[in-house]
């Protein structure tokens, strides 16, 4: 980060660490899941800097950033199926086992 507030490049960085997502970005795109990802969601990042991760520990806004990133991940990513859905699906598959979740 030190290099990056001296040259003001733009610097771009691929994370699964959400914690590290929001203490490091200024905007954070997230990606659907799949072979065909797309972007799904950008949110942008409104801290000061310097960051410090203990302090910002208890801050409401990193708090709440981080809740949008696993909000994105847990709730708006999962594509589970109706477990009514997969019975149906096996009773008309002559007895295959339907998977309860589609990727």
Excluded: C, W
């Excluded at 290099?3 to 990606?31: F, G, K, P, W, Y």
């Excluded at 990193?62 to 949008?68: A, F, G, K, L, S």
């Amino acid at each position: 980060m030190r290099i990056q507030s001296e040259l003001h490049n733009t610097v771009m960085m691929i994370t699964h660490d959400v914690d590290e997502a929001v203490l490091l970005s200024d905007r954070i795109v997230m990606m659907t899941n799949g072979p065909s990802a797309t972007i799904g969601q950008v949110l942008d990042i409104d801290l000061p800097r310097p960051r410090d991760r203990l302090a910002l520990a208890d801050d409401a806004r990193y708090n709440h950033y981080r809740h949008e990133v696993l909000s994105f991940l847990y709730e708006k990513q999962r594509k589970v199926e109706p477990i009514s859905s997969a019975r149906a699906r096996t009773a008309a598959g002559a007895g295959k086992p339907a998977a309860a979740l589609r990727a």
